[in-house]
């Protein structure tokens, strides 16, 4: 009986190691009072998180979320929620907890009530980072362009104008690859490193929605849409018919446009 008992304890080691924050988390569309939050759990079913305002120890926000089991790869699932009732510029540690355990623990924030002032932002697009034998696509391509974009103090947020993700042939004609695709580059170690120093907001391009130059005749644009409503926190609930929003952001407004879907 020794086998089996050690055989079951190890598992439960192993399991209980597994459980993890692997991507994240990351600050989404973001006002004086709100902000929207992602990450990707690694062996998680429910988490609770908790955020405490470090100027102002009564200002409180906790709560629980499931993972979005219709978009996990394996055991590596999303996670979205937001938090409300925030005050305005303030700097909160957000702690995400499972089985007692603080599995993540960093800084986020809330911005100004402000309708005039100077800010920047930072914006790109084409983001291909190889995963396993698709390295090789692009030898000479390099991702220290997240390093630098990390270290950039000046930019409010980031946003991503497409191309954000490249679905391989194999992935864009299956849910399930795609899926996995999104979730191997979300664990980048260079690009999760810049995804928690910014707010980000996404629209995307052909090589994200699925075959180069495609337009809304691909037959699975449907699946394209919901995954990438599950990796992202723009401002706007998902739509029923494309991934486009709006946003005001000090004294300007943002029209962000869905170049695929309806084409």
């Known amino acids: 009986m020794r086998i089996p008992l050690l055989l079951i304890l190890s598992l439960i080691s192993i399991l ?20 929207k939050v992602w990450f990707l759990g690694k062996g998680l079913d429910t988490v609770q998180y908790k955020a405490y305002n470090l100027m102002d120890s009564a200002d409180i926000h906790t709560g629980s979320i ?9 055991n590596s699932c999303p996670f979205k929620f ?25 800084e986020i924030q809330t911005i100004r009530n402000y309708d005039v002032d100077d800010f920047s932002f930072l914006i790109g697009s084409c983001a291909f980072i190889g995963t396993g034998k698709d390295k090789l696509y692009k030898l000479w391509n390099s991702t220290r ?16 104008m497409g191309d954000n993700v490249y679905l391989m042939g194999k992935d864009y004609k299956s849910l399930n690859k795609s899926i996995k695709r999104y979730a191997k580059v979300r664990q980048h170690k260079k690009l999760n490193r810049f995804l928690k120093t910014k707010f980000h907001y996404a629209i995307w391009d052909d090589h ?10 691909f037959p699975q644009k449907e ?24 946003m005001k952001y000090a004294d300007i ?9 309806n084409r």
């Not at 993890?20 to 989404?28: A, L, W, Y």
């Not at 994200?208 to 005749?217: A, E, M, S």
């Not at 407004?253 to 879907?261: A, G, K, Q, S, V």
Request: net charge negative.
């Open 16 to 35: 209980s190691v597994a459980q993890s924050v692997v991507s994240g988390p990351f600050q989404g569309h973001t006002t004086s009072h709100s902000t």
């Open 66 to 74: 499931s993972a979005d089991y219709d978009y996990c790869h394996k």
């Open 82 to 106: 937001e938090l409300g009732n925030l005050k305005e510029l303030g700097t909160y540690n957000l702690q995400i907890i499972a089985d007692g355990k603080v599995l993540s623990d960093q």
């Open 145 to 160: 362009i997240f390093n630098t974009l990390a270290a950039e103090n000046n930019g409010d947020f980031m946003l991503w």
């Open 208 to 217: 994200d929605y699925g075959p180069n130059n495609c337009d809304g005749t």
């Open 223 to 246: 699946n394209s849409k919901k995954i990438f409503d599950a990796f992202w926190q723009n401002p706007n609930a998902p739509h029923k018919n494309g991934i486009y929003f709006s």
């Open 253 to 261: 407004e943002l029209f962000m446009l869905d170049d695929r879907y």
